[in-house]
C-alpha cells in the first residue's frame, strides 16, 4: 500500500509566488491534515479536514488554503509565498478520532 | 484545549545507556496517546500507542504506561543503540477533530 503520499519533495519559490503542494491517501481515511515543522517548534497544524467538502483551520492557518473535494485528497495551496513558509511541510490522515496518524515523506519549501 | 508537554532536548546517551523522555499531557476525557519517532529525512512514524488508562504501549524495545493520576506517558527504553538516535514526538488523540504534539525530544546515541 502507498498510505500517505506527497509530492513535490523539494521546491524553491520566489517570493509572491504560488503553488500547490499535492496529498493523497489510499486507505480511505475521514481525516487528512497539514502540519508544517520548524526547528524547535514541533509540529504546527495548519488546516485539517473530516471528510469530502469539510476543512477546518488549525493553529498556523494563515497564507495557506485548503479544498477536500474527494476523500483521497487534500492539496495545500499557498497564495502568495513569504520567506516566512519556509518550512518542512507533512501531510497526514487518520480513520478519525482517537486513531493513529500516517504521514507522508514531507516536503521541504524554501522561499527565497 | 488540549496540549502535550514534553522533557525537551537534546538528550545525549551511550550506547547501552537507560532512555527516558518525559510526556505529559492536557485533555478533557480521556484521549489515546502516541509516541512517533522521526529519522533524518523521513517523515514521522507510528513507535507506539495507548488508548485507555494502565495501557501500555510497547515496540522496539521501547514502552510506554498511560497514567492518568499523573497525566503522563513517559517513554522509556532499557538499552538504547546508536540506530535509536532520532527525534521523537508524543501526541495525543481525543474526540477532536486534531492531534496534538508535543515540540519533540532529539536524541542522539554515540558508540
Known amino acids: 500500500n502507498a498510505g500517505v503520499t506527497q509530492t513535490p519533495k523539494f521546491q524553491v519559490l520566489k517570493t509572491g509566488q504560488s503553488m500547490t503542494l499535492q496529498c493523497a491517501q489510499d486507505?480511505?481515511?475521514?481525516?487528512m491534515s497539514w502540519y508544517r515543522q520548524d526547528p524547535g517548534m514541533g509540529l504546527r497544524l495548519i488546516h485539517y479536514?473530516?471528510?469530502?467538502?469539510?476543512?477546518d483551520q488549525g493553529e498556523v492557518p494563515n497564507g495557506y488554503n485548503v479544498s477536500r473535494s474527494t476523500t483521497e485528497d487534500f492539496p495545500l495551496r499557498l497564495l502568495s509565498a513569504a520567506p516566512s513558509q519556509t518550512s518542512v511541510y507533512f501531510c497526514?490522515?487518520?480513520?478519525?478520532?482517537?486513531?493513529?496518524?500516517?504521514f507522508g515523506q514531507g516536503t521541504r519549501l524554501t522561499v527565497v | 484545549g488540549d496540549s502535550v508537554t514534553q522533557m525537551e532536548g537534546p538528550v545525549t546517551l551511550s550506547e547501552e545507556a537507560f532512555l527516558t523522555i518525559n510526556c505529559t499531557y492536557t485533555?478533557?476525557?480521556?484521549?489515546?496517546l502516541f509516541w512517533y519517532v522521526q529519522y533524518p529525512g523521513e517523515g514521522l512514524q507510528l513507535l507506539l500507542k495507548?488508548?485507555?488508562?494502565?495501557d501500555k504501549g510497547s515496540n522496539k524495545g521501547f514502552e510506554a504506561t498511560y497514567r492518568k493520576e499523573t497525566t503522563s506517558f513517559h517513554l522509556e527504553k532499557g538499552s538504547v543503540q546508536v540506530s535509536d538516535s532520532a527525534v521523537y514526538f508524543c501526541?495525543?488523540?481525543?474526540?477532536?477533530?486534531?492531534?496534538?504534539f508535543g515540540a519533540g525530544t532529539r536524541l542522539t546515541v554515540k558508540p
Open positions: 497526514a490522515s487518520r480513520g478519525g478520532g482517537g486513531t493513529e496518524a500516517f
Open positions: 486507505m480511505n481515511h475521514e481525516y
Open positions: 479536514s473530516v471528510g469530502a467538502g469539510i476543512t
Open positions: 485533555a478533557t476525557g480521556y484521549p489515546s
Open positions: 495507548a488508548t485507555k488508562a494502565d
Open positions: 501526541a495525543l488523540s481525543h474526540r477532536d477533530n486534531d492531534m496534538r
